[in-house]
């Protein structure tokens, strides 16, 4: 089974708008991390915000805020008021605490902010 | 503060040949991983490391190989290139400050195309 879903392969959305981009996850442990990065055209991996599986309050960074769901395993990414610099790839990804130092991916949300 | 970096940027191989990908991190990171991503997917782990003298294998490790010498180093070999492994390879690192809590930070990233 998949560790971590992105439905969206792609999405447009008018700058300014709000927008929600989907990550559920699959794990068995108690403790897990879940971040989002993004990754422009020109191919770096910028990290943008985490959710521990214990934090009783969403996380937020700014524009960015993350929808913690954690009956649903669900980790949604929401960007305000967008711009066209929001135009990227999307990841979301989970670490899990025990026995498992690695960082899995999604397979990425395309974003394109249109003007 | 250079971070992670990643030498070559580029690199053109024959089919059948070997290459080094370098990995340096200058923030005295434990965690070290490499990553490939094929075009329009995710990343997939090929081999991390938890310190020095310490590798273990990802998903993807066949065809790859790596060391650990040192806290900053760590080296992507691979031997007898082949078609399939034309990719974006990522390295990233990682402090602990909890597992989970530790976002990776990422080289730029190098483009090897075998042919």
């Known amino acids: 089974a998949q560790k971590i879903t992105q439905t969206q392969p792609g999405m447009f959305v008018q700058e300014k708008e709000a927008v929600t981009l989907d990550c559920t996850y699959d794990?068995?442990?108690?403790?897990?991390?879940l971040f989002w990065y993004k990754q422009p055209s020109s191919g770096e991996m910028i990290f943008l915000i985490y959710?521990?599986?214990?934090?009783?309050q969403n996380a937020t960074e700014g524009r960015y805020s993350l929808n913690f769901q954690k009956a649903r395993k669900s980790a949604n990414l929401v960007i305000s008021a967008s711009q066209l610099g929001d135009s990227a790839m999307y990841f979301c990804?989970?670490?899990?605490?025990?026995?498992?130092?690695?960082?899995?991916f999604g397979t990425g949300t395309r974003l394109t902010i249109i003007p | 503060n250079a971070g992670v970096t990643q030498t070559p940027k580029f690199r053109i191989l024959k089919i059948g040949q070997s290459m080094t990908l370098q990995c340096a991190q200058d923030?005295?990171?434990?965690?070290m991983y490499w990553y490939r991503q094929d075009p329009g997917m995710g990343l997939k782990l090929i081999y991390y490391?938890?310190?020095?003298?310490?590798?273990d294998k990802g998903e993807v490790p066949n065809g790859y190989n790596v060391s650990r010498s040192t806290t900053e180093d760590f080296p992507l070999r691979l031997e007898l290139a082949a078609p399939s492994q034309t990719s974006v390879y990522f390295c990233?690192?990682?402090?602990?400050?909890?597992?989970?809590?530790?976002?990776?930070?990422f080289g730029n990233g190098t483009r090897l195309t075998v042919t």
């Open positions: 490391s938890v310190g020095a003298g310490i590798t």
């Open positions: 794990t068995s442990d108690q403790s897990y991390g």
């Open positions: 990804a989970m670490r899990e605490d025990f026995g498992n130092e690695k960082l899995t």
């Open positions: 923030m005295n990171h434990n965690y």
């Open positions: 990233a690192s990682s402090g602990r400050q909890g597992p989970s809590e530790s976002p990776l930070h």
């Open positions: 959710q521990g599986s214990y934090d009783e």
